[in-house]
């Protein structure tokens, strides 16, 4: 029996395609491959239906199910795929009972048109649940949602109507995960999800994000590293930043939702904090833990930006000393406003996206420079590969995946530190 699950997108994807690789197996789904897609640009779902075309030509014989943010947005694109045998929505794809259905319906004649698809209203779901794993296999750390869906309604963005609004995973739940992961002999967790610093106010009590990663922290205390992952910090509570200055086992990386670096630009985005926030948040952070790294998403050629525009999200990146980014050209989602918005001409927006990337390598580069001579604390991947605590990439001599090991920083190759 073969189930593989080819995964697009975040890291809430990558942990969501272990418990759908499980649920296809327990439901006894046999030569099928799942895409569990990404909608967050144009380029993704152009890119998943292209890896739709290609598998079904390399294996003509295996059923095809598409689930994901872009299987819930676009779903008669997908039904119409002549590949693709099964539709499943985000609901949809965690649940037993659609994959029990799903095998039932292979038994039958091949389904055609709508009867092929399986995705209900994203926006009818209210509580908030995660699928319980022991891993994700090939990974050396662990993955733990603590939230789904976003309330926000950025201009460019679709996935609120992929995943729906927010709901919180109840903490005693994220506790519990976590501690699984640890007793199963994982040294780092990650705490996952859309929005993650919107977590707890749908709760009905004062829980957020940092009183989260406290408890955490306090009632497991045989994890020995927690990693955030992307973060809003004008949602950054003030227990989240005394956990960072406090909490030597919160890891010193956050990876932040900026998007831009100019406020007319922020403006039209819908985005709900200033460049001065921005830059005055990382200053925050850098003085209540000096050894933290950041990285960011920014997109480039958002419509009606100017070069002079520009210009202040490439400045942004030094003002707010940032390390790794993430650079989005922009894709215009059908449905969104930003779509409706006077365009930035292809070749700039490329442009644009070249000359942040060149800033982002450049700042790379100097952080793997000031690296060098020192000791740090890898979380081995592979034999030959792990992350430090501040998530920078390290080539090691040698390590079992999954442990920590102590290392001196000799040198680096211009993408990654090299130790010994």
């Excluded at 650079?327 to 070249?354: D, H, I, L, N, Y």
């Excluded at 090691?396 to 211009?414: E, L, N, Y």
Aim: with cysteine; proline share 5%; glycine share 8%.
């Amino acid at each position: 029996m073969t189930i593989d699950v080819v995964t697009f997108g975040c890291r809430l994807n990558a942990f969501e395609s272990e418990a759908i690789r499980r649920r296809a197996e327990a439901a006894g789904l046999a030569d099928t491959v799942v895409v569990n897609s990404c909608a967050v640009t144009g380029e993704a779902v152009r890119q998943t239906r292209q890896a739709i075309r290609k598998l079904k030509r390399e294996r003509p014989d295996a059923r095809v199910v598409v689930t994901g943010c872009a299987a819930q947005t676009e779903t008669e694109t997908f039904v119409a795929m002549p590949e693709v045998d099964r539709v499943l929505g985000n609901t949809e794809k965690l649940s037993e009972s659609a994959w029990a259905e799903t095998r039932a319906a292979f038994a039958r004649a091949p389904a055609q048109g709508a009867a092929k698809a399986a995705v209900d209203d994203i926006m009818a779901v209210t509580s908030g649940t995660a699928p319980l794993i022991d891993g994700i296999e090939g990974r050396a750390r662990g993955f733990v949602q603590v939230q789904n869906g976003c309330d926000h309604r950025c201009t460019f963005c679709i996935i609120p109507f992929g995943r729906g609004n927010s709901r919180s995973v109840p903490a005693e739940d994220v506790v519990a995960q976590v501690r699984r992961l640890a007793e199963n002999g994982h040294a780092e967790v990650v705490l996952t999800g859309v929005d993650i610093t919107s977590y707890g106010a749908d709760l009905g009590e004062k829980l957020r994000l940092g009183t989260l990663v406290r408890r955490v922290l306090a009632e497991v205390p045989e994890l020995p590293r927690l990693r955030l992952s992307s973060i809003d910090s004008v949602e950054a509570d003030d227990d989240l930043l005394a956990a960072l200055a406090e909490e030597r086992r919160l890891m010193p990386h956050l990876h932040l939702s900026l998007q831009a670096g100019d406020d007319m630009i922020l403006k039209r985005m819908k985005r709900r904090h200033s460049r001065q926030h921005a830059i005055d948040f990382c200053a925050t952070v850098r003085r209540l833990r000096p050894d933290v790294v950041f990285g960011a998403d920014i997109i480039a050629g958002f419509p009606t930006e100017t070069e002079a525009m520009f210009e202040n999200s490439l400045d942004l990146v030094d003002a707010c000393g940032l390390t790794y980014l993430h650079v989005f050209p922009f894709s215009a989602r059908p449905g969104t406003p930003a779509a409706r918005m006077p365009p930035v001409a292809g070749p700039v927006v490329k442009e644009r996206a070249m000359r942040l990337r060149q800033r982002g390598d450049a700042l790379l580069l100097q952080h793997l420079e000031n690296e060098i001579g020192h000791r740090r604390a890898v979380l081995v991947e592979t034999g030959t590969a792990g992350r430090t605590e501040q998530f920078t990439p390290v080539k090691i001599s040698g390590g079992a995946p999954g442990r920590i090991v102590d290392v001196t920083v000799t040198g680096h190759d211009g993408r990654r530190l090299l130790a010994a």
